[in-house]
């Protein structure tokens, strides 16, 4: 099959350049490796900020279905000590500009937008092939290939895309999370649940911490956080949640119950996320006919960005190719020319706030952060 533009991956950012191109009448095919749209449950929350996941939003025409998906209290946050002492409390005035929506129902009104068969399932690219003069050749597990024009990665921190463009591959960050959620917790979980509060948790001490938020029906989604060597995190045996969560809990021993049994009461098996990064400065000389967004092109550490740059990156890559009708090569340099000084600075800015919130100073750096941002520094 030959196709004008191939999207790889239908995360935000991918979805968000299929649309945008939508917009302005141009057809583009996302393929999957996922089987359907529900094969995985798209948990979590995603603050949406409108500096740029919203002008997104905005140029993919669908900012008023986004209002409609907004969390309401979402915005609020709270840091307080091991032994569950209030540092600070923001609550959510509806002013923050970052409200919160699921990641599911943002997915959901992406793929609405979409003309049907626009995203192609069950596609988990093997193989990528330069055949010259800007075409690629992308080859599936499921045997099918296809020959494309224009080629972009919007596949993640494991890119099958990038190294056609560059050969640096994500490393460790030095932290570790480790997810889990209580359900219900309003009901079954009350101390954690008024220790969450409204919308975001950051329980904090040097090198860990215990992060929760609150999403929709009583939900409270936890991230526990710890400096640890990769292979401490490996050692751990996850596939017995009981086993695993109690060897996470110690090292929290000592702090507050409400705390602790954020992990120790988890009703789901603990999932490890171990963090890394591309270098923040990551870049690539032009090749003809393909390029990155989102985690596959800036990968960084988690700072609320990540969906919003991957985001903004679809926009403005759409936006580009709209604007140079027969130029692709220059609508791609023109695209790629704020990309990179773009996400350098962002993951500079989420690798200091990681130092922020599991550095020597915590919690108190966080409280200091929180009141610089408050006071408009």
């Known amino acids: 099959m030959k196709t004008p533009i191939t999207i790889i991956g239908a995360g935000p ?7 945008v191109l939508h917009v ?30 919203q002008l997104a939003l905005k140029a993919a025409g669908l900012f008023e279905e986004f209002l409609e998906i907004i969390h309401p209290g979402g915005q609020a946050s709270r840091v307080i000590d091991q032994e569950g002492k209030v540092l600070n409390d923001q609550p959510d005035d509806g002013t923050g500009g970052r409200p919160e929506v699921p990641r599911g129902e943002l997915r959901r009104i992406l793929l609405d937008s979409l003309p049907a068969g626009t995203v192609r399932w069950g596609h988990r690219v093997t193989a990528v092939t330069a055949l010259g003069g800007g075409r690629h050749e992308v080859a599936f597990a499921n045997g099918a290939t296809v020959t494309t024009e224009l080629l972009v990665g919007a596949d993640g921190a494991w890119s099958k895309v990038r190294p056609l463009l560059s050969q640096d591959k994500p490393v460790y960050l030095g932290t570790s999370f480790i997810e889990t ?7 079954r979980h009350r101390a954690s649940a008024a220790a969450v509060g409204g919308g975001a948790l950051f329980a904090l001490a040097p090198g860990k911490g215990i992060l929760a938020h609150r999403e929709p029906h009583g939900v409270l989604h936890t991230y526990v956080a710890l400096n640890k060597p990769e292979d401490w995190i490996g050692g751990i045996d996850f596939s017995d949640p009981g086993a695993a969560l109690a060897r996470v809990a110690a090292e929290f021993d000592g702090w507050a119950p409400e705390l602790t049994a954020l992990i120790t009461d988890g009703e789901t098996a603990p999932v490890p996320r171990v963090l890394r990064a591309l270098p923040a400065g990551h870049r690539w000389k032009r090749v003809p006919g393909v390029t990155l967004l989102g985690d596959a092109a800036h990968l960084m550490a988690p700072s609320g960005e990540g969906a919003n740059l991957a985001m903004y990156d679809g926009a403005e890559l759409g936006k580009a190719i709209a604007a140079r009708p027969g130029d692709l090569e220059a609508a791609l340099s023109d695209y790629e020319t704020e990309l990179f000084p773009r996400s350098a600075s962002a993951a500079v800015e989420a690798e200091a706030l990681l130092k922020v919130l599991f550095g020597d100073e915590a919690p108190y750096s966080l409280v200091d952060f929180f009141s610089g941002h408050q006071a408009g520094g």
């Open 13 to 19: 950012g991918g979805l968000t350049l299929a649309r």
């Open 24 to 53: 302005h009448g141009i057809a583009a095919t996302v393929y999957e490796a996922e089987a359907s749209a529900d094969a995985r449950v798209q948990g979590g929350m995603l603050d949406i900020h409108e500096e740029n996941g």
């Open 181 to 187: 959620y209580l359900h219900d917790a309003d009901v």
